[in-house]
């Protein structure tokens, strides 16, 4: 590989450098089997926002008297314009970034999926919603560098899903030699990980020196010296250099780390970043915890006691309850208007 770093694998970031340009997109929706309604349905989205925007903005002029200084076609057409052309600017892309991204998977020789509908990986910040989809996922099976990396977002239906709503994230899979209680690495600073209620009934461990600044460890209660067992300190050393901003779950026999959604796997120096930490935390888990051993497990069942498998609480997503109140607000404003502001007002 040309950049240092990832020198376990042979990793061609040239696709990262390069621009997309409009015959890329066409083979990209061609390749990934893009249906045309999803193109019919972001330009009646922007063409929709765009004629809300202007009818918005010809009523502020009315209201204000410019008006009659500036004539109506003339606003609507600039107005249009504009949107039009930001509108344009804003899908174009954000599909050249997913064009970036498949190019560099299909040139390393791994899978890219423009969409996935309703995937229920293990970890806490997936579990919790009811209906997902992930953007732009590279998987690779090299044994070694084996990982998925994308995007993730909640598509809630209706008020009944409201409590469902996680915040975007992106992340980064990787496999463990074997099961492992679920423990979660909390960042102090910006959580991704619904982690409200966390503390109710799991083990909240304090860390130390620079650590207990960024991280909180949590483990199933009685899990304890199993988790520091995992995140030694010299561990969790190359996890603050690595991924300051990141936040890691272990569940089941999968690693998953966190990162902001803003998180850009199209540029090369963020993707060259996002494979040394994928990794080094993959070897270093790896060696971790392919000797565990669950002495709460019963012979003959599952290698990790049903107390360890889950924390208790399974967290609520913030996002969540703000969607959640704001529908019982809502609610309430449309019912008290309806017994006593409507009598009131045309009474």
């Known amino acids: 590989m040309g950049d240092a770093g990832v020198d376990a694998v042979a990793v061609d970031l040239d696709p990262l450098r390069r621009p997309a340009g409009l015959r890329d997109i066409g ?10 309604h999803r193109r ?91 209906r997902g989809r992930e953007r732009a996922v590279v998987a690779s099976d090299d044994p070694r560098l084996p990982f998925e990396l994308g995007r993730h977002f909640s598509l809630p239906r209706g008020r009944d899903e409201a409590a469902t709503v996680q915040r975007p994230f992106a992340f980064v899979e990787l496999p463990l030699p074997r099961r492992v209680p679920n423990i979660v690495l909390r960042n102090r600073g910006r959580s991704i990980i619904p982690s409200l209620g966390f503390g109710l009934g799991n083990a909240r461990l304090e860390l130390e020196g620079g650590f207990a600044k960024r991280f909180l460890l949590f483990a199933p209660e009685g899990y304890q010296e199993d988790a520091l067992y995992i995140f030694t300190p010299d561990l969790m050393a190359r996890v603050l250099d690595l991924g300051s901003s990141a936040e890691i779950e272990l569940s089941g026999d999968r690693l998953f780390v966190y990162l902001p959604h803003r ?47 889950r924390l208790a609480g399974g967290g609520v997503p913030l996002a969540g309850i703000a969607a959640t109140a704001g529908v019982v607000l809502l609610s309430t404003a449309v019912t008290w208007f309806g017994v ?6 045309f009474g």
Request: with cysteine.
């Open 27 to 36: 083979s990209y929706e061609r390749l990934c089997a893009v249906p045309w």
């Open 40 to 130: 019919l349905a972001a330009v009646a989205t922007g063409m929709a926002a765009a004629t809300v925007a202007v009818a918005a903005g010809v009523w502020a002029a009315s209201v204000s008297g410019l008006l009659a200084q500036a004539p109506v076609i003339a606003v609507v057409v600039v107005g249009y314009a504009a949107l039009g052309a930001w509108a344009f600017i804003w899908w174009t892309t954000e599909l050249g970034r997913r064009v970036k991204l498949a190019s560099f998977a299909w040139a390393n020789g791994w899978a890219y999926a423009d969409v996935l509908e309703h995937t229920r990986r293990p970890g806490s910040a997936f579990t919790r919603v009811l």
């Open 263 to 309: 998180t850009r796997f199209d540029r090369p120096d963020t993707m060259a970043a996002v494979l040394v930490l994928a990794e080094e935390l993959h070897r270093r888990f790896a060696a971790r915890t392919e000797r565990y051993r669950d002495d709460r497990a019963t012979p003959g069942g599952p290698s990790v006691a049903l107390r360890g498998q």
């Open 340 to 345: 006593w502001g409507a009598p009131l007002l």
